[in-house]
């Protein structure tokens, strides 16, 4: 059996690749369970997207759970200029069949946390950090049942993406982040730093289209409308893909390099609101928290995910 994990997502295409490659590969990951917050587009929508690719993939043993519909603090901001109306534009999808589990989301977190042995569970964050936060604060004794949370968010010497400052999922609730990056709990970080390096080309998303399967078919779709928003505004060969960064560090580890530094979460400025301040060459007395990544191989982790794409329906 794989390692225990949660993953708590805003599918969003990125998202949904991440899901997929985890799905794919139940001998190294068992998935508890699938928890959706609100991000991209709202909670109603990232729940049914969540259960459509637990259809996709055919593994409807992974229950999937709604989260909070918005963050702690702020007003909910979406991404539907990205990511489409749906969420998960560029696929027909079929009549969803998984039914959403009744529990909060939070509330399974708490559970599946504090049944677990001392860090034998690893979160996977893909969106905003409302759930996990909320869970710490309402249970922090559930804080044990954590090994790691490894997360897509942040940006250093890339800025942001959302405004010049911030990322997207840091500055829809960066107050959920700045109680998971104050928590002491072990934290590796995938930021715009390194998701940037990490582009969806056209050769790339031909790959994943020639695997001849569902999945791979979906997957092209989806990625092709992701693509059209990010190439324009980057200019760039492809968008990046953001989230799958998370699940193939837990798959194959030596795909990454980075330095654990201290990360700060602005949550004060009008300006720099969100901002993931990083002290990456020392000039402060904090003690590093977050072990951040910004460097990829980029060929072996499109290759590590098409060849689990394919093992899909
Ligand atoms: O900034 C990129 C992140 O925001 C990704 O997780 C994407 O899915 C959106 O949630
Ligand atoms: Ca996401």
């Given amino acids: 059996m794989g390692h225990p994990i949660l993953i708590?997502?805003?599918?969003?295409?990125?998202?949904?690749?991440?899901?997929l490659l985890a799905l794919a590969a139940p001998e190294k990951l068992d998935v508890r369970g699938i928890i959706a917050v609100a991000g991209n587009v709202p909670l109603p929508l990232t729940q049914k997207n969540a259960r459509r690719l637990v259809d996709l993939a055919g593994r409807d043993?992974?229950?999937?759970?709604?989260?909070?519909?918005?963050?702690?603090?702020?007003?909910?901001?979406?991404?539907?200029?990205?990511?489409?109306?749906?969420?998960?534009?560029g696929y027909d999808?079929?009549?969803t069949k998984t039914p959403l589990q009744d529990q909060h989301g939070v509330d399974f977190i708490i559970d599946t946390l504090m049944a677990a042995d001392e860090g034998e569970i690893t979160l996977c964050t893909l969106g905003p950090l409302t759930n996990i936060a909320m869970a710490l604060v309402k249970a922090p004794q559930c804080a044990r049942g954590i090994g790691e949370i490894v997360m897509m968010g942040g940006g250093f010497f890339e800025g942001g993406n959302t405004t010049p400052a911030a990322e997207f999922n840091i500055l829809v609730d960066p107050h959920a982040a700045h109680v998971v990056f104050n928590s002491a709990l072990p934290l590796t970080l995938m930021p715009l730093d390194v998701t940037?390096?990490?582009?969806?080309?056209?050769?790339?998303?031909?790959?994943?289209?020639?695997?001849?399967?569902?999945?791979?078919?979906?997957?092209?779709?989806?990625?092709?409308?992701?693509?059209?928003?990010?190439?324009?505004?980057?200019?760039?060969?492809?968008?990046?893909?953001?989230?799958?960064?998370v699940i193939a560090y837990l798959l194959k580890p030596e795909l990454f390099d980075g330095k654990k530094v201290p990360v700060q979460i602005e949550i004060s400025s009008g300006l720099t609101l969100g901002m993931t301040v990083m002290d990456w060459w020392g000039t402060t007395a904090e003690d590093p928290n977050c072990m951040v990544m910004n460097q990829i191989d980029a060929d072996g982790y499109f290759d590590l995910l098409t060849a689990h794409l394919g093992r899909l329906p």
């Avoid at 708590?8 to 991440?18: I, R, S």
């Avoid at 999937?64 to 998960?88: F, K, Q, W």
């Fill in 61 to 89: 043993d992974v229950p999937v759970y709604a989260g909070c519909s918005r963050p702690m603090v702020r007003d909910l901001i979406t991404a539907e200029n990205v990511h489409g109306r749906t969420g998960v534009d």
């Fill in 196 to 245: 940037h390096k990490a582009l969806a080309t056209a050769y790339r998303i031909g790959d994943m289209a020639a695997l001849g399967n569902e999945t791979g078919r979906a997957c092209a779709g989806m990625l092709s409308y992701f693509n059209r928003h990010d190439v324009e505004k980057y200019g760039s060969e492809g968008a990046p893909l953001h989230d799958p960064c």
């Fill in 93 to 95: 999808w079929p009549k």
């Fill in 8 to 19: 708590d997502t805003d599918p969003g295409q990125d998202d949904a690749l991440a899901i």
